[in-house]
């Protein structure tokens, strides 16, 4: 009978407890750790996430930066630079008509407009930020930018614009292949050795993924005034802003917590998107344009073959490039792979330390796991809404924040 009564208590109290969880929040959805972790070999404990709507009625929300206050400055596509406070306000800052400071040479064409967004690594001492744009500034023809600006305490306005990086190839006409303003690139982050790492994308031109002269199709390093990085070993010739090159269009780069090894994420053309660890002067293997023999449209190869036997022109061509840097993962199927970051902190559980990859076609978060030689070891999908994921970022609080092409920012809270 005693057991009895003790079992019914220990039912009750469960009942309670979830009934408690479910309703804590009418704005948060709770999800189960994914069953899969151990079916693919991984014993660590995945976490339970809480995904919170942050942000909702934005206009494509491109990027996201924290700065140490807690402050969250977000860009939109066509809007520009906008803040939202700690306290929860929200602020324009630097854009189209509406901000604080209008940016007149920025425009939104195709996939292009303001992206990428990074917080200068002493910005507590010099309120510095830097966004990554398309400007007309430079008529003929236009170009992609980096520009640097400092925001005033209550993040209320922007001044000092400096142009830093000024020369980035912009796709100004469109093509057989799409419209202008495609793959631009943009994605840009401070690495843990103090120098501004830039993504830049190959504009549909055969061409730009191999010519060490221009700076499209590559990854660039950089110092805060937009100089090489010293130690860039960018190949004899080469622009020495050039950190990696013969990229597609790389829209994720994450430094590992431990190693500080770059990664990027980069989707592939209808096959090989790809997760890579950077290696100065690595030359990334794309190389679209036709082999002699080969014709294509426009002379870009990209979604057919450069080869004469007409198999299909790959992301990394280790024939034509043997030492060209291996990816440690590869989707046979392209899906959109875009924005990437690690995880951090003993809150993530088992997945502290992996890398995060949202993939924008099919619409979902993977977790990968890394060995101690950077290897890949094992994958998970986080289970989250069904959204096209366009940035993602762990803020201060070690949350994750994930901007969606549907207007939103989520806050996914470990538990």
């Not at 990854?219 to 070993?233: C, E, I, S, T």
Request: hydrophobic share 35%.
């Amino acid at each position: 009978m005693q057991r009895t009564a003790i079992l019914f208590i220990s039912i009750m109290l469960f009942i309670a407890i979830g009934a408690f969880s479910q309703n804590r929040s009418a704005h948060a959805q709770t999800v189960e750790k994914p069953p899969n972790e151990r079916a693919q070999g991984i014993s660590l404990t995945a976490p339970t996430l809480v995904r919170t709507d942050f942000m909702s009625g934005l206009d494509s929300p491109w990027d996201m930066a924290f700065t140490p206050d807690g402050a969250m400055l977000f860009t939109e596509k066509c809007r520009g630079l906008a803040v939202r406070r700690a306290n929860g306000s929200t602020a324009r800052l630097f854009g189209t008509s509406g901000a604080a400071v209008m940016a007149s040479d920025l425009f939104c064409e195709g996939q292009s407009g303001m992206h990428g967004v990074a917080i200068d690594p002493d910005f507590d001492n010099n309120r510095t930020l830097y966004v990554y744009m398309p400007s007309n500034l430079s008529t003929n023809p236009w170009t992609n930018r980096v520009v640097r600006l400092t925001v005033d305490s209550d993040y209320t306005t922007v001044a000092n614009r400096l142009d830093i990086i000024t020369d980035i190839p912009y796709k100004n006409v469109g093509n057989s292949w799409s419209g202008a303003g495609a793959h631009s690139g943009g994605r840009i982050r401070f690495g843990p050795d103090g120098f501004l790492y830039v993504t830049t994308g190959d504009n549909h031109n055969g061409l730009l993924p191999q010519d060490l002269t221009q700076l499209g199709g590559k990854v660039l390093r950089v110092d805060r005034h937009g100089n090489a990085a010293p130690d860039n070993n960018t190949p004899a010739g080469g622009d020495p802003r050039i950190f990696t090159y013969g990229h597609r269009n790389v829209q994720g780069i994450a430094f590992h917590p431990t190693t500080g090894q770059p990664y990027i994420a980069e989707h592939g053309p209808g096959h090989s998107d790809e997760v890579t660890p950077l290696v100065a002067g690595g030359n990334g293997g794309w190389d679209p344009k036709p082999e002699a023999g080969v014709s294509c449209a426009d002379n870009y190869c990209g979604y057919i073959s450069n080869k004469p036997d007409g198999t299909p022109t790959p992301m990394t061509d280790t024939t034509k490039f043997p030492n060209a840097m291996r990816p440690i993962l590869v989707l046979d199927n392209s899906q959109g792979m875009g924005p990437c970051t690690f995880l951090t902190g003993s809150q993530w559980e088992g997945w502290n330390g992996r890398l995060v990859v949202g993939i924008m076609a099919t619409q979902r978060l993977d977790v990968l796991q890394l060995d101690s030689r950077g290897v890949l070891v094992g994958t998970t999908t986080a289970d989250l809404p069904v959204e096209r994921i366009r940035s993602v970022v762990q803020g201060p609080d070690g949350n994750l924040y994930v901007a969606t092409d549907g207007g939103e920012i989520w806050q996914v809270t470990p538990q």
